[in-house]
């Protein structure tokens, strides 16, 4: 069973430093530079914003990952156009791989790159899932309320034919 945090959630996973976590660091810095031990007050107020600043920093780091793989992405999808007009089908293309260059045959290129298309835009949708609970977790902690809309899924081809329908009567 997860332990719940200052605010009634699941407590972050804690980053440490010299085998001590990150709030209790902030309360040990705090205690040096006061020259006495914090109050339970004080240190509930540090924990807090501990907690809060580890929620923050856990969105930033998700929302710099997506936007890293969407820059891949789209990389990508310019490599898949570049074969795509290339009209010699039959002859091997280049291929760079961090900083090396490999030969490969076109087809098996265009595969690849599509595989990892279709891998890197199921990677993106998990961490954009993840990012809504992450935000209003932060939300929560903050004392702010939930974004209206925020969890809306668009509709699939199924669900807007049948709407579509609907509508015509």
Avoid at 102 to 124: V, Y
Avoid at 129 to 155: D, H, I, T, Y
């Amino acid at each position: 069973m997860a332990k719940e945090g200052l605010v009634g959630l699941p407590e972050v996973p804690e980053r440490r430093v010299r085998g001590r976590s990150w709030g209790e660091v902030v309360v040990r810095v705090s205690e040096e530079v006061c020259g006495t031990m914090v109050s339970p007050e004080a240190d509930r107020v540090l924990r807090y914003l501990v907690e809060v600043e580890e929620l923050a920093e856990a969105v930033l780091s998700d929302k710099r990952q997506i936007v890293d793989l969407d820059t891949k992405r789209n990389q990508n999808r310019e490599g898949l156009r570049a074969l795509q007009k290339d009209p010699s089908v039959s002859e091997d293309v280049m291929v760079c791989f961090g900083n090396m260059f490999i030969k490969m045959p076109h087809l098996k290129t265009k595969e690849m790159i599509q595989k990892d298309q279709e891998h890197l835009d199921k990677e993106i949708e998990r961490l954009r899932s993840q990012l809504k609970v992450k935000v209003n977790r932060l939300l929560e902690a903050q004392g702010k309320p939930e974004l209206k809309g925020f969890n809306l899924n668009p509709l699939n081809q199924d669900e807007l034919k049948a709407l579509q329908v609907i509508l015509k009567g």
